[in-house]
């Protein structure tokens, strides 16, 4: 399993983007091929380096909380259920790995003025050159470049701190509830916070206080509970609100029933059925009493809390260690699980006690899966994330068709030289993150994920998985 940041550092505001007239960026430079490059198999050589291309998003930004964070949630919000105009405003909490335990916090943060621009699938026209290929192109480019919804202003962050005992292995907000949180902690606690009052001030306030401007706040949890050992496995209830679980790396799960609003009963006799570390935990989105875990002792089990402290169903999941698993809320017969090894695996949950659940398993990533998470608005669509530093999106909907392809080919000129063993369900690759940890979903931004990695996050919407949304009419 990989779990810690490699030497965690602060990390400090740097400007990545080249400045105008810079002699590093030149026009007059013979225009080539544009290669995609992938991790693992291609080498830079001297002198290469790997260069964004910006029209691949409608949206792509990064920002920092102070120390990496290990963990994160998104927290859904009263701005609208499904909003898909720029600019967009995400309320997010996460949990810091700092270099001394002393240090750590849960940052609870609002990041607004989040921009960006609809972009086509497929270009209409291609300049003699070569040298453009959206659609909407024009003469000045740097009209071309500009955002929806903010101009040249970028995304602003507003943070607030509460000071947490040790590093936070995993958080998580409670769907029906987002301001109660639970954070798992290396000193082997749970703990259960209600941030509301900082939600409520962050919703009201316009004083940056992303650096600096925000001191760290003592709080006391509204519950606090020990395990015998430190864990990351943790989920609350999408169908209960307030019933949670949480597991340990020495293979104990605890059940959290919710007594009123802000009091929990915590099963002390734990459900045991793994021989090794339980490292993640899903409950069923169908059905309020059937979650599901994952261990290092590569099996994947199936609870039923009715039905006694052992697994109703238990397989042999993958060859190493399984590390995270998603259930899928659109489809509750799927279940996706990633491993050590960097196979991740789709299994349809009906067919478990035929022996032959497996729908799929693929191996593109080559280094172990840290985070995996099926899309909230397509039933098809899965996020991967790797200690490749890779993020990757599949469509398992996908076929290859050789008339489209031959058609796409056509409208570019073959100026992207796409590697020809790429699978047919990989729909996008998202680089530039370094020690990627874990990924969301924005549940009410369709197209949108944020991801966390030892120098910070990314906040993405790839321009390919919006199709079936409607186009601005702004």
Not at 152 to 168: A, D, Q, T
Not at 414 to 424: G, H, I, K
Request: aromatic residues 8%.
């Amino acid at each position: 399993m990989v779990r810690s940041l490699k030497n965690p550092k602060k990390a400090k505001r740097k400007n990545k983007g080249a400045k105008k007239g810079d002699g590093s960026s030149s026009n007059s430079a013979p225009s080539v091929p544009t290669k995609v490059w992938q991790p693992g198999v291609d080498k830079l050589e001297e002198g290469e380096e790997l260069e964004c291309d910006p029209t691949a998003y409608n949206s792509l930004h990064a920002f920092n909380v102070g120390w990496p964070c290990l963990s994160f949630d998104i927290l859904h919000d009263s701005l609208g259920l499904v909003r898909t105009e720029f600019p967009h405003t995400v309320y997010c909490v996460a949990g810091t790995q700092a270099e001394k335990a002393s240090w750590n916090y849960i940052g609870i943060f609002k990041v607004s003025n989040i921009s960006g621009k609809r972009r086509d699938l497929v270009p209409n026209k291609v300049n003699a050159d070569g040298s453009e290929m959206d659609s909407d192109s024009g003469d000045d480019s740097d009209t071309d470049d500009e955002e929806e919804g903010s101009g040249s202003e970028p995304p602003v962050l507003r943070l607030r701190k509460v000071f947490h005992e040790g590093c936070v292995n995993r958080i998580r907000a409670m769907t029906q509830n987002p301001h109660i949180c639970a954070s798992w902690s290396d000193s082997g606690h749970v703990q259960i916070w209600d941030f509301s009052s900082h939600l409520n001030a962050l919703a009201e306030s316009e004083t940056d206080t992303s650096h600096g401007g925000s001191g760290v706040i003592n709080q006391s949890p509204v519950i606090k509970f020990g395990h015998k050992d430190e864990g990351y496995a943790i989920d609350w209830s999408p169908l209960v609100p307030g019933r949670l679980i949480s597991g340990d790396c020495k293979n104990c799960i605890h059940l959290w029933e919710p007594t009123s609003s802000s009091t929990w009963n915590v099963d002390t006799t734990p459900f045991v059925g793994h021989t090794a570390s339980v490292e993640d935990l899903q409950w069923s989105p169908a059905e309020p009493y059937v979650f599901a875990s994952c261990s290092v002792d590569q099996k994947i089990a199936i609870w039923d809390t009715r039905l006694g402290k052992s697994p109703a169903v238990s397989i042999k999941a993958h060859d190493a260690d399984v590390n995270v698993i998603s259930w899928n809320r659109l489809a509750s017969c799927m279940l996706a699980s990633g491993s050590d090894d960097g196979k991740f695996t789709i299994r349809d949950l009906r067919m478990l006690k035929e022996g032959d659940s497996n729908l799929g398993t693929f191996d593109y990533h080559k280094h172990p899966i840290t985070s995996i998470e099926w899309s909230p608005h397509e039933a098809s669509t899965l996020a991967v994330s790797s200690s490749d530093n890779q993020l990757t999106l599949w469509d398992f909907a996908l076929e290859r068709d050789d008339e489209e392809e031959a058609e796409f080919k056509a409208k570019t000129q073959e100026r992207v030289d796409a590697p020809a063993n790429l699978p047919q369900q990989l729909l996008f690759v998202h680089q530039g993150q370094k020690d990627m940890k874990e990924l969301h979903w924005h549940a009410q931004i369709p197209g949108m994920i944020i991801s966390t990695a030892g120098d910070g996050f990314n906040v993405l919407m790839p321009s390919n998985i919006e199709s079936s949304l409607p186009a601005n009419n702004a």
